[in-house]
């Protein structure tokens, strides 16, 4: 049986899941390595495909739960056609989809402290949702790829798009939910290796997002305790049907780093008692 990490005084453990579209699958197995291994996660933040995993994790479904649920999941249970000239489709499924399966759907009700990251597409600043509201909508603004899905005006009269596009490795965030260590997830890390240039304006569109979440990701990279990046450079972001491939690859990155983070546990506790001595 796996070690268990003491409860008693130690660190809070947050993660910061980025974006990666049908990539976000792995984080699922992310969860399912940590949960066996008795790693407790405190506090969640997430950009696009990680805001849909993460804020349906602290709503109380278990990596179990999520692996079913990836299983089949495809893109038309999420978006429709749309009639507007700011995007190819709506995600407004998105909603409706999420409120049929998650336990709570308020952020005030969450098991875990969550954050989404939504983009503000006319001030081009982010927005970050979180400790009250509706969490459907959240999650369905931080998925809403520009350009492909319509932008969401909330009640605010904002245009609502992609979380990733200006925090896609939402460390910081994770830190202003009270972590004291934070494990960013970051399932684009890999690069692209199913094509090596763009053939279309679609191809274009996707290395310009690329270009642009690493460099967004890069801006905080540093200041992650420590980083997991699932090997799926192999697979496109619209390939949800590969959902045990991307879960395997999450699993097996976590479980790489277990030892690592137990360690970073220890450590940091220890520190902690060797202050509480020096206070006393």
């Known amino acids: 049986m796996a070690a268990t990490i003491d409860t008693q005084n130690r660190p809070r ?22 949960e066996e291994n008795n790693i407790p996660i405190d506090a969640i933040a997430g950009a696009s495909a990680g805001a849909l995993v993460g804020g349906s994790y602290a709503a109380g479904l278990s990596s179990k739960e999520l692996e079913k649920m990836a299983s089949g999941f495809r893109w038309r249970h999420t978006a429709r056609l749309s009639f507007s000239r700011l995007g190819l489709q709506s995600n407004a499924r998105m909603e409706k989809y999420l409120r049929a399966r998650l336990p709570v759907t308020r952020f005030e009700d969450l098991k875990i402290p969550f954050a989404a990251m939504v983009t503000d597409l006319r001030q081009g600043s982010l927005i970050v949702f ?58 684009n890390a890999d690069g692209i290796h199913f094509f090596d240039y763009p053939k279309t304006a679609l191809g274009v569109l996707a290395y310009t997002f690329i270009a642009v979440e690493h460099i967004v990701s890069n801006q905080e990279r540093a200041t992650a305790d420590l980083q997991i990046t699932p090997k799926v450079g192999h697979i496109r972001w619209d390939q949800t049907w590969r959902s045990k491939e991307l879960i395997k690859a999450g699993y097996e990155a976590a479980i790489e780093s277990i030892d690592k983070i137990k360690k970073l546990v220890e450590e940091r506790s220890a520190a902690a008692r060797a202050m509480e001595t020096i206070v006393v």
Do not use: K, M, W
């Open 13 to 34: 453990i947050g993660l910061a899941l980025s974006g990666g579209a049908a990539r976000g699958i792995a984080h699922v197995g992310v969860l399912r390595a940590l």
């Open 130 to 187: 979180r400790d009250q509201g509706d969490l459907p909508f959240a999650i369905r603004a931080s998925a809403c790829i520009p350009a492909i899905y319509v932008p969401i005006r909330d009640e605010q009269d904002r245009l609502l798009i992609d979380g990733g596009i200006v925090a896609n490795l939402p460390i910081s965030q994770t830190r202003a939910l009270g972590a004291d260590i934070v494990i960013a997830v970051d399932v």
